[in-house]
């Protein structure tokens, strides 16, 4: 064979090969795009969803028909010497007996050892609110008076707002309050993306207070960290309860809230929607449905089983029903 010949084979091998790697790449881009969606639970679908643009995260999204039989949501009760006891997502999931389990209230003292923790914004567990709106000392990020996700006892549910005036445990909308978590800001509202702004000398009317330190302001905003983060949300008929870790690394991998607003209105049908505690709290467990056993779904920075938090909201569902086995 000539030396000529020998380049020709060569030339020819290495486009082949720059053309296989490169379909192989268009295929695993395509794979990572594709969410995996599945029933674990009656009236409960989770979809996994890999996404790599604006930049690589991993979406868990649950979403809930709360009309559904059997379907009922619970939230961590008080204890303590302060208004809750801290206890893995994952602990809470296994003690009550939950199928599904999301981290849900900023807490304070943080970061901190103590197991007793006050919780920031409306908290209520089976008809008793025992932790009150309020101007969180991390107003920052949180946001005064936090809208909050409030259930009945009939799993109804609505984004609630504080009534004016009296001890600061009433809501402006009609109904009770049976079950109810707080976070940052409602970042999500009528379907439109809404994140605080900071106030300054020409915008007095900014929802956030620009520090600590100079950290975050106008221009560098909490919101625009990217971290891993727990958002829950509503449908606009208020039937679909949506529930979303994002597993992330800080300033590498992850998304903003105004970025998982805008793809749980888009890809979702959520209307309204709030942000919970993130970061090393974010955390989503089930009850696998193949083996009964309390797991971890994402992968917390805060450990393998996942940070002690203040409260979480927890879903109580029936098996899924089974398909008969196809005929020969």
């Known amino acids: 064979m000539s030396p000529r010949y020998n380049r020709g084979v060569v030339t020819r091998l290495r486009r082949l090969l720059a053309l296989a790697l490169a379909l192989w790449g268009l295929t695993l881009a395509g794979a990572a795009q594709t969410p995996v969606t599945t029933r674990p639970f009656l009236g409960v679908t989770l979809t996994d969803l890999t996404v790599s643009a604006p930049r690589p995260a991993r979406m868990l999204v649950a979403q809930v028909d709360l009309g559904a039989p059997g379907i009922r949501i ?25 199928q599904l389990a999301v981290n849900a209230h900023f807490f304070l003292p943080f970061p901190s050892d103590e197991l007793d923790a006050w919780l920031i914004g409306l908290a209520a567990a089976d008809g008793r609110v025992y932790s009150a709106f309020e101007t969180p000392v991390q107003d920052f990020a949180l946001v005064a008076d936090a809208p909050a996700l409030r259930f009945d006892r009939r799993q109804r549910a609505r984004i609630v707002h504080r009534r004016p005036g009296g001890d600061a445990t009433r809501v402006r909308e009609r109904g009770e309050v049976w079950n109810a978590v707080a976070g940052s800001a409602q970042i999500l509202t009528a379907g439109v993306v809404t994140i605080p702004a900071y106030r300054d000398a020409t915008h007095p009317e900014g929802a956030l207070r620009p520090g600590p330190d100079g950290r975050y302001d106008r221009s560098r905003s909490w ?24 597993d992330g690394k800080v300033g590498v991998a992850g998304l903003t809230p105004a970025e998982i607003a805008a793809r749980l209105a888009r890809d979702f049908g959520v209307w309204d929607a709030i942000n919970l505690d993130g970061g090393g709290s974010t955390t989503m467990a089930w009850r696998d449905p ?39």
């Open 290 to 328: 193949a083996t009964g056993e309390p797991a971890l779904l994402n992968t917390p920075t805060d450990g393998p089983r996942g940070r002690a938090v203040a409260s979480s909201l927890a879903v109580f569902a029936r098996p899924a029903p089974t398909r008969p086995a196809p005929r020969p």
């Open 74 to 98: 619970a939230v961590s009760p008080p204890a303590g010497r302060r208004e809750a006891v801290r206890e893995t997502t994952l602990d809470f999931l296994a003690r009550t007996g939950a």
């Open 223 to 246: 919101y625009d960290l990217v971290t891993s983060r727990t958002v829950a949300g509503l449908s606009k008929n208020r039937r679909t309860l949506t529930l979303v870790t994002v």
